[in-house]
């Protein structure tokens, strides 16, 4: 069964750091891509950032200048270094696992909170 889990999530002071990680079992990262989605109360779930099993990454404008996506191949896991946080960064943060060629799939993991208040 392939299940993606993710931790490190808590309450931060604004301007502080935090990582979150996500390791799926089950599955390889090779062959697939792996990203950070999240989604704050009453808002839709949004792209944080991706990061294909070649090195390639991607952010959302918001925090491109502030979180690093970053990955290990071997332990099928990817991480989330995020700093300068701010309140509005709020949010259930949710892993997530998709292929893109066919056969097609993709899975996600059950989030982890992260609030940012002081």
């Known amino acids: 069964q392939v299940q993606l889990v993710e931790s490190g999530g808590g309450l931060v002071q604004p301007g502080g750091s935090l990582t979150l990680s996500c390791t799926a079992s089950?599955?390889?990262?090779?062959?697939?891509?792996m990203g950070w989605y999240r989604q704050a109360p009453g808002k839709q779930r949004e792209l944080v950032a991706t990061l294909t099993s070649g090195g390639t990454s991607n952010y959302a404008d918001s925090v491109e200048d502030r979180f690093t996506i970053s990955g290990n191949n071997a332990k099928n896991s990817i991480y989330l270094q995020m700093n300068n946080l701010k309140s509005e960064d709020t949010a259930v943060y949710y892993c997530r696992m998709w292929r893109r060629l066919t056969p097609r799939y993709e899975y996600w993991g059950q989030g982890t909170q992260v609030t940012v208040s002081s």
């Open positions: 089950g599955i390889s990262f090779s062959g697939n891509v």
